[in-house]
């Protein structure tokens, strides 16, 4: 089956505290994503990957870092720096970037 | 700037009675507008892409239809099972980025 997945679903973090969400597919996309999901606001774009070891900053990649050394991995960080990560985040992918996105089925991540 | 507004916030419908969802949206040349399905603590389910006006996609009880301003989401008699949050989003030509809406609410009540 070819689909998306993320790991963890949920994740908890200690102020300060650095922690990486991770995403892989197998579906031979060469797009990337990653959006966070608030309550009353639609999708907003932290990061995308148009194809291996390049990668864009989207509206809100302050307090974010990704890489993107595989075609099937892309990996978020969120690092102490994000004043507010309490947030659901979905990684998404597309044959390439501009076609339908795909989504994964999210992590929770919550700080403590 | 492309935005995206959808309507209404929220839906509830009985089983079987028949509606409608709003997204209204202004952007600088349409490249595509999509329509996902979310349900409660799970990512985006893809439904349909529209790329221009007159243009029609069905899924079962769903069907999508795009005008120049707006697109709408049918639901013909749902059931319980389509209650969920239903997104649309817009993509402009040759800048790729996609904007969501809020996204509608819908609960079928049996």
């Known amino acids: 089956d070819g689909g998306i997945t993320q790991s963890p679903k949920y994740l908890f973090r200690k102020e300060g505290q650095n922690v990486t969400l991770s995403c892989e597919q197998n579906?031979?996309?060469?797009?990337m994503y990653w959006y966070r999901q608030d309550p009353g606001q639609g999708l907003r774009l932290i990061y995308y990957?148009?194809?291996?070891?390049?990668?864009q900053k989207g509206d809100i990649a302050e307090g974010y870092s990704v890489s993107r050394e595989k075609k099937e991995s892309f990996p978020l960080t969120v690092t102490s720096a994000q004043k507010n990560p309490t947030a659901f985040y979905l990684c998404?992918?597309?044959?390439?970037?501009?076609?339908?996105?795909?989504f994964g089925p999210g992590t929770r991540l919550t700080v403590l | 700037e492309d935005q995206v507004t959808q309507s209404p916030e929220a839906l509830r419908l009985q089983e079987g009675e028949s509606s409608s969802l709003n997204c209204s949206y202004t952007?600088?040349?349409?490249?595509?507008l999509f329509w996902y399905r979310q349900d409660p603590g799970k990512g985006p389910e893809f439904l349909f892409t529209?790329?221009?006006a007159g243009e029609e996609k069905e899924k079962e009880r769903l069907k999508a239809t795009l005008t120049k301003k707006e697109s709408f989401l049918h639901i013909t008699a749902p059931k319980p099972e389509d209650s969920a949050t239903y997104l649309c989003?817009?993509?402009?030509?040759?800048?790729?980025?996609?904007?969501f809406g809020i996204g509608t609410k819908l609960q079928v009540i049996p």
């Open positions: 998404a992918s597309s044959i390439e970037r501009g076609d339908t996105q795909y």
């Open positions: 579906l031979n996309h060469d797009a």
């Open positions: 990957s148009q194809i291996v070891n390049d990668f």
């Open positions: 952007v600088s040349g349409l490249r595509g």
């Open positions: 529209l790329y221009s």
């Open positions: 989003a817009v993509q402009a030509r040759g800048y790729q980025k996609v904007t």
